[in-house]
């Protein structure tokens, strides 16, 4: 029985990439192209710039590297660095953010546009629409709107947490507003000390809404019992089952969670009652990374094959 075991383990070539978010090369923003396949997995490397991108389809259960994007080509089109968020665009090309500069600079941070064969095009973003800080970005395409939150400056957040960077003006506090598909920034955010540190963002699936939802970090309260705390999320397309992880960034998990790191992370199911509401854990599905044979691991970012409720941009 292999349910809920790791099947298959896929090593990438190099050591300190801190491989974080991952998004599929087409998804439900492509539906009108018949041609679309949800076949690749981007893997923006946080630190070391690279984007992977994975083959899903030529083996399901044992998913092979196809490309490699190296952070000197990356940086001498665009002048990015620290590859955050990936999406597929209806377009068939990718947009992922990029939280600074070669050097850790916010003032760095911008939009990264792959072509479909995983060329590095350009900038999304006008020039001189740049955020002030990047992380995550959701676009809403019925609305004509797209927003990005805000972390902090890649030189601060990549030695781990100090709260004098947050006095430093080093970490965010903003959402951007920009037109969509044309990048232009129309309007700037200010969350206040109350929304320090604005990470993921999602709108409401339905696309004809113009709401959306931002979760603060600096200032949110979770409870957890597992080591680390709830970090990521997947939840499937019936709505019944949410995965989650409890990796954040391993700088910040050295600092606030030593004990995850020493033995690793975890994923769990929760179960979703869609008819009378209310979650709770899946005693059945526990999926523990200290056994990991080069770990203990820490798990950040997860995807169903088929897609999901939780990254699919809706359209």
């Keep these: 029985m292999n349910y809920s075991k790791v099947i298959h383990r896929l090593p990438v070539p190099y050591l300190g990439d801190e491989l974080h978010h991952s998004g599929w090369n087409s998804c439900s923003s492509c539906h009108g192209d018949p041609t679309a396949d949800r076949r690749y997995l981007i893997l923006p490397s946080l630190v070391s ?58 003032a760095g941070s911008g939009f990264l546009l792959l072509d479909s064969e995983f060329n590095v095009k350009g900038r999304w973003e006008k020039p001189g629409n740049s955020p002030l800080f990047g992380y995550d970005f959701w676009y809403q395409p019925r609305q004509k709107t797209m927003v990005s939150s805000s972390w902090g400056a890649p030189s601060a957040f990549t030695k781990g947490f100090n709260l004098q960077h947050v006095a430093d003006g080093l970490y965010g506090k903003h959402l951007h507003v920009y037109s969509w598909p044309d990048g232009e920034l129309k309007q700037t955010l200010d969350l206040g000390d109350t929304g320090l540190l604005p990470l993921e963002t999602r709108f409401l ?111």
């Design 49 to 106: 710039g690279r984007i992977y991108v994975i083959d899903t389809k030529s083996n399901p259960s044992v998913p092979s590297l196809h490309k490699v994007v190296e952070p000197e080509d990356i940086i001498q089109k665009t002048g990015l660095a620290f590859p955050h968020t990936s999406h597929c665009l209806a377009s068939g090309d990718i947009m992922v953010s990029c939280l600074g500069d070669k050097d850790g600079n916010a």
């Design 205 to 315: 699936h339905d696309p004809s809404k113009d709401t959306g939802y931002v979760g603060c970090a600096l200032t949110s309260n979770l409870g957890h019992r597992l080591r680390g705390g709830p970090q990521m999320i997947q939840l499937s397309l019936d709505g019944k089952r949410l995965y989650v992880t409890n990796s954040l960034f391993s700088p910040w998990d050295r600092q606030f969670y030593p004990e995850m790191v020493q033995k690793g992370s975890h994923m769990l199911q929760i179960d979703v009652d869609t008819h009378k509401g209310g979650l709770a854990v899946n005693p059945n599905f526990f999926v523990d990374f200290a056994t990991e044979p080069d770990g203990p691991s820490l798990a950040h970012e997860m995807r169903y094959p088929g897609g999901d409720c939780t990254s699919d941009i809706w359209i």
